[in-house]
């Protein structure tokens, strides 16, 4: 199974702060690499996938890049509505697999 | 856009069967392109992919994958007339508990990701 490493695991930020989430893989998974929001009892939601594509509808703060192994997700000018819960997760292979998320929490 | 919904049972005694149903709304379990999922998330942890099933319109026929962890315990059924699909995870232990989502897996090329989510229940094992 391909590992999937996220960090940091929490992060403390500040509305307008733009941060930066990095996610590196047990082996290269080409630019297969999606990235998740979940917020407290829901669903995780897709934000990007394809390593850079943004699903539609989300906002454009939001933007991931990377291929191979190493991969990130940033977030500029973070709004209230960002403080949640991100995982990134390859669809290189079966069985997917996640990483095991990053909080983001309000400073 | 898709709509899923989980059932079934919030407690599960240990070495017992764990059966859950998602029943899709909104689209045809039968369409190409989408693999029927379901995920597991323990408390605290990062999602876990249990398996997947894909049904051709055509034929009727499925196939599923699951995760070599769960293989020999795990069964992914689709019903196409009610357009549903269940899990069965047999010898369930505590190491089963978590919450349970069942969800659609695009795949398209790079379009690969889990796109519809049900609301996810909580499965406890636990005698």
């Known amino acids: 199974d391909i590992q999937m490493t996220q960090s940091p695991s929490s992060l403390s930020a500040s509305v307008g702060d733009r941060i930066t989430i990095t996610c590196r893989a047990s082996q290269s998974i080409s630019n297969y690499l999606n990235w998740y929001q979940q917020k407290p009892g829901t669903a995780p939601k897709i934000l990007i996938y394809g390593a850079s594509s943004l699903e539609s509808g989300v906002p454009s703060r939001f933007s991931g890049s990377g291929s191979g192994t190493d991969f990130t997700l940033t977030i500029s000018n973070l709004q209230p509505e960002d403080f949640a819960t991100y995982f990134c997760?390859?669809?290189?292979?079966?069985?997917?697999?996640f990483g095991q998320g990053t909080k983001v929490e309000i400073k | 856009q898709v709509q899923l919904q989980e059932s079934g049972p919030g407690l599960v005694k240990p070495s017992q069967t764990l059966s859950l149903t998602c029943t899709v709304s909104g689209g045809s379990i039968s369409s190409d392109a989408s693999w029927w999922t379901w995920i597991r998330q323990p408390a605290g942890k990062g999602p876990e992919w249990i398996g997947r099933v894909y049904a051709t319109g055509t034929t009727g026929s499925t196939s599923y994958y699951s995760n070599p962890s769960l293989k020999s315990r795990l069964t992914i059924s689709l019903d196409t007339s009610e357009n549903q699909f269940s899990l069965q995870l047999t010898s369930v232990s505590a190491a089963d508990t978590a919450v349970y989502y069942c969800?659609?897996?695009?795949?398209?090329?790079?379009?690969?990701?889990?796109?519809?989510w049900g609301q996810g229940t909580l499965v406890t094992v636990s005698s």
């Open positions: 997760q390859q669809s290189y292979n079966a069985p997917r697999t």
């Open positions: 969800a659609r897996q695009l795949s398209s090329g790079r379009r690969d990701y889990f796109d519809s």
